[in-house]
């Protein structure tokens, strides 16, 4: 099985390259794409520090790349752009696709430990396998300087993974996280799920339990959130991360966004915003 990506398409934007990348999965067992843009380079030699986005549920690899807008800053800032798909796809798991909020599209960025969801490793397949592959595959990427952030189920990844891999992302930030999963639906059907029903094993996922544990933070974290999100009450719960950050004395940027919803319409317009962000942790 080819281990080594294959460039699948490449489309020129902003003087740098969307190019779209399949590979076979060692840790999920199955073939996975997933999209770098790669900004306009001034010579051979320069590599571009890498900035991973992590979609949210139903999402493929392909979402952030057409719709966010995000390579104009991305192309300015001279910072990679790196979006893996959301869960394992093709592995024909019973029932995998019966629900839009679990299995296929909703890998919830944890390690499952349940047998019958054993594939479902996206955590180590974000922080191990894709910055190594990526290492190995491309000199023009310096995965030593990352950052990462993502939307909705996708921000609760960005969220967790950073708190829980201080020394190996420079920044984080997040669209409508799912901040408080172990409190919310779609947590609740996800963790059980993959889980087991072991609520410490939960708190391995959730940001608002692991910053008492992994807050020796200097970046801020930058959080923005629409106030005419219609999951914002029952899923998303950014208060209650708010309130761990704040006991602890952990840098937060909340900004509640008035009359903004879920979409990658309120994404777009404040991703410049986030983009400049870590672009500034990332050329420290």
């Not at 394992?88 to 029932?95: D, S, W």
């Not at 669209?175 to 947590?187: D, E, Q, V």
Request: negative net charge; aromatic residues 14%.
């Amino acid at each position: 099985m080819e281990m080594k990506p294959t460039e699948i398409s490449s489309s020129k934007m902003f003087g740098g390259y969307n190019k779209r990348y399949k590979h076979y999965s060692p840790i999920l067992g199955c073939s996975m794409n997933f999209h770098i843009f790669f900004p306009p380079s001034s010579s051979p030699s320069h590599k571009f520090p890498v900035l991973y986005w992590l979609s949210g549920l139903t999402c493929t690899d392909e979402n952030f790349i057409t719709k966010s807008g995000a390579q104009r800053v991305a192309a300015s800032e001279g910072v990679a752009l790196i979006a893996p798909d959301t869960s394992p796809r093709g592995l024909n798991v019973e029932g995998e696709s019966d629900s839009w909020d679990f299995g296929v599209g909703a890998g919830f960025y944890l390690n499952a430990t349940q047998e019958k969801w054993k594939n479902w490793k996206m955590y180590d397949y974000v922080v191990k396998e894709l910055p190594t592959l990526l290492h190995e595959n491309f000199p023009e990427l310096d995965t030593s300087r990352a950052s990462i952030f993502g939307h909705s189920m996708g921000g609760h990844g960005a969220l967790t993974i950073y708190l829980k891999n201080l020394d190996k992302y420079k920044s984080v930030s997040a669209f409508a996280p799912i901040a408080n999963p172990i409190n919310c639906p779609w947590g609740l059907k996800a963790f059980t799920n993959y889980l087991g029903e072991n609520k410490a094993d939960w708190e391995e996922y959730d940001a608002t339990c692991l910053v008492s544990k992994y807050n020796d933070l200097a970046a801020t974290i930058l959080i923005d959130q629409g106030e005419d999100d219609k999951f914002l009450k029952d899923q998303l719960l950014p208060q209650k991360f708010e309130e761990a950050c704040r006991k602890l004395n952990v840098p937060l940027l909340l900004r509640m966004q008035p009359g903004y919803d879920h979409s990658y319409f309120f994404i777009s317009t404040f991703i410049d915003d986030h983009i400049s962000h870590h672009a500034q942790a990332l050329n420290l």
